[in-house]
Structures are given as structure tokens and as C-alpha cells.
């Protein structure tokens, strides 16, 4: 089941009304979210400016503001004469923080962050061979004192996530990956902030679980085996996704 307990259709009569200093803001994102669900597609034309504003209750101004922000998100190309065409998914800038955020909020079958998970035990797992084979005692000395943090803050489900979080953030500091790190740390902030699955903590053996599995993890870079180190980080990543989703 998804997060959200109903599907709200941005065009079936339940848009949202918020303060006009938020109106375009509450546009776009409705639009995106039509997009992603498929409620237009790939194709589609979107309604025309008139239908948009008079079904948002907005002037012609935030419309085409709007119109052009999901442009520039590549979701929809404005053609003079026929109107705003929705485009094929493949030319959409997925790591966009509105795009990425309505996936992640209307994934009824979580397949989006099934693909979130994946995606980012293979960049964390490629992060954390890198940081074996260059680390240095004072980086090893990092990693343990965020292993420390997560050990103490075991009762706080808040802090612990943050130390959690933390933890990660030495690895790939220790990778010295910038493209990769960018990413991952997107997926893992819009996971965080959109889905109630992805923050909650699933289960009581969860936090013990997670810290023998960062246990892993630092004692693979420590030694210096750049194999286990990958291999710690998937396993650790794909297993506390799996608490996740089965709850």
C-alpha cells in the first residue's frame, strides 16, 4: 500500500486550495503529479490555459509560469497551435526535486522505491569499495566515532536516523565520488521526506540490526578489503530496505 490512504486525481474535482502566495508553487506540483500518475500521458494534451485557470481558481500568469517550470523539467513541450504535449518519460529530469518527490509520493506498488533501494545500494556499494582501498586511520577514525553516535542514540528513532544518515556521509566523503554521491544523496533526502515507510523504524531488532550491519561495513574499509566493503554496504542497504517494505 502506498503512504497516501486515497488517490487524489488532480483533475477529478479535488485540486487543492492554498494561499496565493503558494498558488504556482501548488500548480506545479499538482501537474507534475498528474503527469507521473499517468492521469495524462505521454501525448496527452494538457488542458488548455483557460480549463488550467479556471480549474485552479489562478490567473493566466501562474499558468503559464507553471507551463514553463514543467517545461523546463522536460515533462511537456508547449507546440505554437496545437497546445502543451506531455513527453515521454525518458526526457523528464527524474532527479528533479518536484518530479522525484511525486513519484515517491503517488508509488501505490512501492516499484519506485524498490528502484530507489537498488539504485542506491549499487552507488553505495561502489562508494564503499573506494573508501577501502583509499582510506587513511584519521578518515577510519570518523567512521568509527558515527558508528559510536549510532550506538548511543539506539533508543531515539529521530537522532539514530541521523546518525544513520551520518554514517553514510563519512563512507562516501571517503570515496571521494562527487557524481555519485549527488545522487544518492537525493534519493535517500526525498525518500526521507516523502514517504512515512522509508522513516519509520520497522520493528524493534531494527536499530540493532543496522548497527551490525554498519559494523560490517567499517570493518571491511578498516582492513582495507575493498570486495567486502561493496558487499557489506548492498547487503546493509537491500536488507534494511526489505524491514522497510515488509512492514
Do not use: Y
Not at 8 to 26: C, D, I, M, N, Q
Not at 54 to 78: A, D, L, N, P, Y
Not at 108 to 125: F, P, Q
Request: aromatic residues 2%; hydrophobic residues 40%; charged residues 30%.
Amino acid at each position: 500500500m502506498s503512504d497516501l490512504e486515497t488517490e487524489s486525481r488532480v483533475f477529478g474535482g479535488t485540486a487543492r486550495r492554498t494561499a496565493p502566495s503558494r498558488l504556482g508553487v501548488v500548480v506545479v506540483h499538482d501537474l507534475v503529479a498528474a503527469i507521473v500518475t499517468g492521469e495524462v500521458r505521454p501525448g496527452d494534451l494538457l488542458p488548455t490555459e483557460a480549463e488550467l485557470c479556471e480549474h485552479f481558481g489562478v490567473s493566466r500568469t501562474v499558468i503559464r509560469e507553471s507551463v514553463k517550470r514543467i517545461e523546463e523539467k522536460g515533462m511537456v513541450k508547449v507546440t505554437q497551435g496545437r497546445g502543451t504535449v506531455v513527453t515521454d518519460e525518458r526526457h523528464w529530469n527524474i532527479l528533479d526535486h518536484v518530479v522525484l518527490s511525486a513519484l515517491i509520493e503517488n508509488d501505490a506498488t512501492l516499484g519506485v522505491l524498490d528502484e530507489v533501494a537498488s539504485i542506491r545500494a549499487e552507488l553505495e556499494s561502489v562508494m564503499a569499495r573506494d573508501a577501502a582501498a583509499k582510506r587513511t586511520d584519521p578518515q577510519v577514525v570518523l567512521l568509527r566515532d558515527a558508528l559510536d553516535r549510532m550506538r548511543d542514540t539506539i533508543d531515539d528513532s529521530e537522532r539514530f536516523g541521523d546518525q544513520d544518515i551520518a554514517f553514510h556521509g563519512v563512507v562516501m566523503a571517503m570515496s571521494e565520488h562527487i557524481i555519485a554521491r549527488g545522487i544518492a544523496r537525493r534519493l535517500v533526502d526525498e525518500a526521507r521526506q516523502n514517504s512515512a515507510r522509508f522513516r519509520t523504524t520497522p520493528g524493534p531488532d531494527a536499530h540493532r540490526l543496522t548497527i551490525e550491519e554498519h559494523d560490517r561495513i567499517l570493518r571491511a574499509i578498516e582492513a582495507g578489503d575493498a570486495a567486502a566493503a561493496a558487499d557489506a554496504m548492498r547487503d546493509h542497504i537491500n536488507r534494511a530496505w526489505d524491514r522497510r517494505r515488509s512492514k
